[in-house]
């Protein structure tokens, strides 16, 4: 097959492609191993391991031999740089894993692999997943394919820059306030961050425990949906919050028809409830116009448009940015240099040790996390902080019930703002924490939420309409991002150069 036509194509079409051996996993592979070299450059890989990924890709093979199906069967994707993997390094883009060679592979890893995926390679990232615009891996920031010179957001940048420059068809990301939704609309694809619980988190470098969710990025809502039918389902043994909740196949979902559906309208029905806090002064007024063009289009779909309120979204920061870090201070407490992590060549006794090592080995945003979430659960201020935090976040969710009596699925920007460039905000944290207020709502709710490419912005640069569901929606969520993609061409766009 004209090799050049290979990364051009989504998970299903490859798939098929790789079925009806018109290609085979091995070409697939090797063609996108050699683009990924291609566009080193643009800092979305950290780690390869050619060996292993092309003895996956001939298994694959051998698989399809024998007639074997599957939706997955021979795909080429890549993972964040935060799940441990048997054949590639994983750093979660710090210094102090710099060289981690895990001995086992985390749960979503093992079950894309079991369906068949081949794995190009990590995916860079900001460390530890802290960050907004992966300009705080340890490795280098990742790039923008829409401009090189801006963010591709974060903290799955590398996972959103290589999908949108189509070095492969899909990928994983992690969304602990918006890691897969944000840099999703940054770069112009489709990402889904399901509800708290419904992938596992075994094997996923800690952040914050409470939030941490693994989710796929792809170019459609109906790629994810082939890779989210393989990723997620329970893991109860290994993961205790992983939720007792059947696997589902998403896939089926988008096929279903609404009830009351027409082919003109298939989304007739459909409430989707719009808070009137994420359509303020705050949102950039080139984004406004890009949500409420996406949001007509709706309509058209037969889709009704319902004003709902979400009082406390402004909260939603302080909260977060207590909670996370309080539970990243803890998670992070293992890497001392002994247990895990880097340790410092030189030093005097343990205690200075420890200091040595963590002070190599973590960056600063890190760092600062560490000290902020270290002092909110210090005694005399962890009823002041932390307690009033998760007070809040109960609230928080609570809102977001009272929302759903009115309408089915909640939608509106995912970022206040189109991306920026590189090195505009990496001074100023608060400017980047202040640029997650419309993700970091859903994610203290433990709600399912995604990004779907809505048009573009100033500059040229893509905007996504996020959409938010009740719990266990997420077929509800591909099922109208799907329809919507139907009869939209965004998520086909593809940055000049690709
Ligand atoms: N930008 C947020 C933070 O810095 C969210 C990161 C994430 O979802 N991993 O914490």
Redesign the pocket.
């Known amino acids: 097959m004209n090799a050049p036509e290979l990364h051009q194509m989504g998970v299903a079409e490859l798939a098929t492609a790789i079925a009806d051996k018109k290609t085979s996993a091995l070409e697939a592979a090797q063609h996108l191993l050699a683009r990924a070299q291609q566009h080193a450059s643009l800092g979305a890989y950290l780690a390869f391991n050619e060996a292993f990924t092309l003895s996956q890709a001939r298994a694959a093979d051998a698989r399809l031999a024998t007639g074997e199906r599957t939706p997955l069967l021979g795909v080429p994707l890549a993972h964040k740089d935060i799940f441990v993997t048997q054949g590639f390094p994983t750093t979660a883009g710090s210094k102090m894993l710099a060289g981690y060679q895990s001995p086992f592979d985390a749960t979503v890893v093992a079950n894309l692999a079991a369906a068949g995926a081949v794995t190009l390679g990590k995916l860079n990232?900001?460390e530890f997943?802290?960050?907004?615009g992966n300009d705080?891996s340890a490795f280098g920031p990742a790039h923008n394919p829409w401009d090189v010179s801006r963010v591709p957001g974060?903290?799955?940048g590398g996972s959103a820059a290589a999908v949108a420059a189509r070095l492969l068809p899909a990928a994983t990301g992690?969304?602990?306030?918006?890691?897969?939704r944000?840099p999703a609309a940054f770069c112009g694809i489709t990402g889904i961050k399901p509800t708290y619980g419904r992938c596992s988190r075994y094997g996923m470098v800690a952040?914050?425990s409470s939030?941490?969710q693994a989710g796929p990025m792809a170019r459609s809502a109906a790629d994810c949906a082939v890779l989210l039918t393989a990723m997620a389902g329970p893991d109860i043994d290994r993961d205790s919050t992983s939720l007792d909740h059947p696997a589902e196949d998403y896939t089926a979902v988008l096929a279903q028809p609404r009830e009351g559906a027409t082919a003109a309208q298939p989304l007739k029905g459909l409430r989707i409830g719009l808070p009137t806090e994420f359509f303020g002064a705050g949102c950039a007024p080139d984004v406004l116009a890009a949500v409420r063009g996406a949001l007509a289009e709706y309509e058209r779909l037969g889709a009704t448009l319902v004003d709902i309120s979400l009082p406390r979204t402004e909260l939603s920061i302080p909260v977060?940015?207590v909670i996370?870090p309080a539970e990243a201070s803890s998670n992070l407490s293992r890497f001392d240099g002994v247990k895990f992590g880097h340790r410092a060549a030189q030093h005097g006794d343990l205690i200075d040790m420890y200091k040595k090592s963590r002070s190599e080995g973590f960056g600063p945003?890190v760092q600062r996390?560490i000290m902020i979430g270290t002092y909110v659960l210090s005694h005399g201020y962890y009823d002041a902080y932390y307690l009033q935090a998760q007070k809040i976040r109960r609230l928080i969710a609570q809102d977001f019930q009272q929302a759903f009596t009115q309408c089915d699925l909640i939608a509106g920007p995912v970022a206040p703002t189109v991306a920026w460039k590189i090195g505009e905000k990496s001074e100023d944290p608060m400017a980047?924490?202040l640029?997650?207020i419309y993700?970091?709502s859903t994610?203290l709710a433990g709600l399912p939420g995604m990004s779907v490419p809505a048009g573009f912005g100033a500059a040229g640069m893509p905007v996504g309409l996020q959409l938010v569901g009740n719990y266990f929606k997420e077929g509800e969520l591909l099922h109208a991002a799907h329809a919507f993609q139907q009869a939209t061409d965004w998520h086909l766009k593809t940055p000049q150069g690709y």
Do not use: K, V
């Open positions: 990232c900001d997943a802290m960050g907004s705080n974060g903290s799955s992690t969304d602990t306030g918006g890691s897969i944000q952040f914050a939030l941490d977060y940015y996370a945003e996390r980047n924490y640029a997650d993700t970091l994610s």
